[in-house]
């Protein structure tokens, strides 16, 4: 059974999950410190940390992604698109956290929509969802959908961002809207909601849908 525990943390309050089935797991944007991270980890009784997962390369999605990639040793995985962001705005990161921003040594690139196995329970299927950035991605756990800041309650990510595209976006929430069933919806930042309550209430999704 595929489990998550929410995190929330950060100068810009970034949901961190950590999704498991039984003693194994992964890291979901990991923008809180990582000694929250490890204390949630050893209350579950997690032994084993697969990979750290970005949704998009942000730094409160992935300021704390070097210190815990080495803590478990494990690779931090990100669509290739978003790598050139890891370190921009490092300055300004680095004042709102108060500490020091440090990449991974090991990186897993993705280009297109793909399906991970971990295990014989936990297999991610990864979904290239650009919009917000380039390289912003969102991952199908079992009944779980990380949204990462391509999708909110009642709202979508911002597209002002020079890494950002409104067309790249729209293309990317049909995508979301159109899949088959519902899912609990993880989001980036903010109150986790449903896949089908955004079809139902979200004004982005609502659009879409009636055309």
């Known amino acids: 059974m595929i489990k998550y525990y929410r995190i929330v943390g950060g100068p810009l309050s970034t949901n961190t999950y ?9 890291i979901v ?23 750290i997962i970005a949704t998009h390369g942000h730094f409160d999605h992935v300021f704390y992604a070097g210190s815990l990639s080495r803590l478990y040793d494990t690779k931090l ?3 290739e698109l978003d790598f050139e962001l890891l370190n921009k ?13 440090a990449m991974p040594e090991s990186l897993v690139f993705v280009r297109d929509d793909t399906l991970v196995k971990l295990n014989e329970e936990l297999e991610i299927r990864i979904l290239h969802t650009p919009g917000h950035t380039r390289g912003s991605l969102c991952f199908l756990v079992g009944d779980l959908l990380i949204t990462g ?9 911002r597209t002002d961002f020079p890494e950002s595209s409104a067309r ?12 088959p069933g519902d899912y609990v919806v993880l989001p980036g930042h903010g109150d986790i909601t449903t896949l089908e309550y955004e079809r139902k209430t ?4 609502r659009s879409i849908l009636r055309e």
């Open 18 to 26: 950590v999704v498991y089935s039984g003693s194994s797991g992964v």
């Open 29 to 51: 944007d990991p923008g809180v410190p990582a000694s929250d991270v490890e204390g949630v980890i050893r209350r579950l009784g997690i032994t084993k940390i697969y990979l």
């Open 77 to 79: 995985l990100i669509h």
């Open 89 to 101: 705005n490092k300055f300004l990161a680095e004042v709102l956290y108060g500490d020091t921003l």
């Open 149 to 157: 800041d391509t999708l909110f309650k009642n709202t979508i990510g």
């Open 168 to 179: 790249d976006m729209r293309s990317s929430l049909i995508k979301l809207a159109e899949l």
């Open 202 to 205: 979200n004004p982005y999704l």
